[in-house]
């Protein structure tokens, strides 16, 4: 029976979501429901009972012409010759999967190399002056190798670029195929997840310990660890599980078959462009805060402190600037 | 084998339907069983088919569709049912009265 339904579904695909083509959908499934439940009754097989359900289903043509769907189906078999929609087949669904983790991968990694470089300076900070000046080398080249990560995880998935620009659709059993794939990477999302946030909260917890310490740098430098490797967990899971939403929005909402995701969620609103740079700029401008004064004052045993400060006020800032509607 | 003209028979796909709704009210599939069932096997209309059958007559006036529980206990799923109207009892008369002039006509031409 689950492949007449999909049978029915793949006809009605492409026509516009009304009553009459609501109706007729159901109205024929249930004359499909009923043959085949006879024909199993009689003792046919369940292949058999199919195929002979399907074979005398007909075709829609001529029912769109008495539902009045003829301009509908017309205008939609010109939009489909003059912009095909390209289908995406279960392989494909599968391999854009395999990219798309890779592609997150190497972005989080280049996230993380970035976040990472500032422990760097920091931890030769306290040593001789041909160390010293080794630091701000070393972190540079983690930014480049970060920042090459971050382009390079652009290219990865070049030959997907289409998804978003053309008019792309997925049928029914592939969208079941990326949800299950979806559903078994959601508990690698959420110990990722969890695991990201809590490296990022307790972050501040080396600064306390080494506090006392007589090289007081490795606090901070640790921290910077901690967050990168939480940072990692975040975009990861994060980005990876985004392409399994991408790929189950591709479809048109206004035909029939609709979505098979979510609606994408709105993004966040600003009450005016002002407070968007605020909010946007807040994180870059309290680091560089953060290690100017560190440096300067050369307490890096007290100026962790600047972080919870600023991540109080961060929720005080977007609570601010956000607007509801 | 000889197979039924779809074109000729397209023209009848609603006497059918009338001459069975004639009888007593009716839904899609049992319809469709009885078409079956009356021409010895001869003749399957399709799904679609007989839905536009139904769209297209229900438009013209000559059948009314009304829900009824699928069994009487009133347990299960709501089923359309098709009745026959007033006007489709006239245009079941004139479709049978084309029909015999056409078939008077073409009989006339036809060697066996």
Known sequence: METIKNYLEAMFAGLPDTAEVRKAKAELLQMMEDKYNELRAEGQSENTAVGTVISEFGNLDELADDLGLKNEVQEFNDAESANPRRQISRDEAASFIENRIRKSLFRAVGVMLCIISVACPIITSQGDTQIVLAGPSLMFVCIALGVGFIVYSGFVDSEWKFIGKQLCFIDMNTASYVKERRKSFEGVRAICLTLGIVLCIVCWVPCLLFSASARVTIGPALMFLLVGIGVFLIVYANSASKGFDMLLRVNDTKTISGGYGEPAPSEMKYVSKTAETIVLCYWPVVTCLYLIVSFLSFRWDLTWIIWPIAAVSYRAVVINCRSDD | ?112
Not at chain 2, 85 to 96: F, L, Q
């Open chain 2, 1 to 112: 084998m000889t197979e039924i003209s779809s074109d000729v028979i397209r023209g009848y796909n609603d006497t059918m339907i009338l001459f069975i709704l004639e009888q007593e009210p009716s839904y899609g599939y049992e319809i469709s069983k009885q078409i079956k069932r009356i021409s010895d096997g001869k003749y399957l209309i399709k799904e679609t088919t007989l839905y536009s059958a139904f769209t297209r007559m229900e438009k013209n006036g000559y059948i009314e569709s009304f829900t009824q529980e699928q069994d009487p206990e009133g347990n299960g799923k709501k089923r359309t049912y098709y009745r026959i109207t007033d006007s489709g009892r006239e245009y079941y008369r004139a479709k049978c009265d084309e029909w015999s002039l056409t078939k008077e006509v073409v009989e006339r031409f036809i060697k066996i």
